[in-house]
Nanobody, 122 residues
Framework: QVQLVESGGGFVQTGGSLTLSCAAS????????VAWFRQAPGKEREFVAA????????EYTDSVKGRFAISRDNAKNTGYLQMNSLKPEDSAVYYC???????????????WGQGTQVTVSS
């Protein structure tokens, strides 16, 4: 089993930045892929970004390309999502997910965190 704990969410103004963290514990060998999803009120959960263990493969949803950057520090068993130029439409609960296979944008990850709230004011 893998436990994921997100942190770093908060309230920020339009154009601001936040960095989310996802700390993994347990069987961290099962975190080949780490991804971020988000869910706004009344909307379905949507894919944001994913990264493989080596970092050689990353994937982003179009709406965040050029503004968000996903990374990970395997020595610390921690994944990150650097979010810049934030917009009100980025407001959502952000979830970290992990799997021992590459899942990309598919919401079929084996492990999920509890989420962290990001609110961007206009």
């Amino acid at each position: 089993q893998v436990q994921l704990v997100e942190s770093g969410g908060g309230f920020v103004q339009t154009g601001g930045s936040l960095t989310l963290s996802c700390a993994a514990s347990g069987r961290t060998s099962d975190t080949y892929t780490v991804a971020w999803f988000r869910q706004a009120p009344g909307k379905e959960r949507e894919f944001v970004a994913a990264i493989t263990r080596s970092g050689s493969r990353t994937e982003y949803t179009d709406s965040v390309k050029g503004r968000f950057a996903i990374s990970r520090d395997n020595a610390k068993n921690t994944g990150y999502l650097q979010m810049n130029s934030l917009k009100p439409e980025d407001s959502a609960v952000y979830y970290c997910a992990a799997d021992s296979f590459y899942r990309g944008s598919l919401p079929s990850y084996a492990y999920w965190g509890q989420g962290t709230q990001v609110t961007v004011s206009s």
